[in-house]
């Protein structure tokens, strides 16, 4: 654990610090359908993971001493089959990462990372914090393009964001007279373009008590951005940190909303986030985690969080350069899928 100690007085005391480690690795991610089956996908999925999880532990070593500070993390997908009992759940997952020897020191629940209940002496208390409404209104878009009809609502509105200059395909002034096509453009392209637009919500209607009531449904690429947000200690609300782990001393609940977002499994482990964070998924995460990339650098993040990294990485005993673009922190390790 680092010794460093943020209690200077003043202005910057109203951003609390938050305990890192070197590296967060994510060991592995499984959609529900993949836990609710049987275990032998999990388990050679698992074996795979194991080696490479120790692999970067000791290059973590290498970089940063033999004191350097590795934690493990699971993401279980509570978020779109919150159907599921935790009970039947985390015990197939939990017993198949011992048995193929992937420690997991913090587990995590998906729906966590769009609202976050306030647990308190393991009971929860109060509204939850709206995480995902919040990281939301921090969205900036790219700018409209030179000569756009506004056709096409704003990403606040229509819950899309791209890494670019959309085509003229749809266009409503291309249709009112002859004019040539104009692909997609990525900003910042290297030669050639790689445009990506991404989805970070949807709406649909729900009655209540016989009243239409609107809801969001947040996308898995904007709850994965937050997820490597709070593994990188970027996130506060009110100053304070968001998700803090959380011990669990009793039984697994019947319902995934009675569980704290990120409960810590292993008393002795390193700090939850970390100055950088590695995830092994599947090689059918690319897209997403292309997606995450994209959402993750139009997100307005907190200077005064990044400056308490910077300060704490630059007074390591070796020092940690923290880069200021959160993408440059988040590294992934892709594997076949099983």
Known sequence: MSSIDYSEAGERNRVAGQPLSHVSIEAGHFYMDDL??????????LRRVAPLVEAHTQAARLEFGPGARVSTCFLVDDYFRHDTDPRTILEKLLQAATECGVRIDYLAREAGCAEVPVFIDGEAIGEPIRLAEM??????PEPEDLGATGRRPATTSSG???NGRRSS?????QAMRVAPYRPPVEFAARNHSIFLDVQLWSRYTEQVSGAAVERTQWS????????????????????AVVAKPQTWADPWPADWWKMPTV?????????????????????????????VRVILDHLQLDDEVYAKLAERGAAERIPVDVPARVTHRVNHVFLGDV
């Open 36 to 45: 609710v089956n049987g275990v032998d996908r999990i388990k050679a999925q």
């Open 135 to 140: 990281m939301a209104a921090r969205i900036v």
């Open 160 to 162: 899309w964001l791209c």
């Open 169 to 173: 395909e749809h266009d409503a002034a």
């Open 220 to 239: 898995c690429p904007f709850l994965a951005s937050i997820w490597q947000l709070l593994r990188l200690g970027m996130i506060r609300h009110d100053g």
């Open 263 to 291: 409960v810590q499994l292993n008393p002795a482990a390193a700090p939850f986030a970390a100055y950088r964070t590695l995830s092994v998924l599947p090689h059918s995460y690319l897209g997403i985690e292309h997606a």
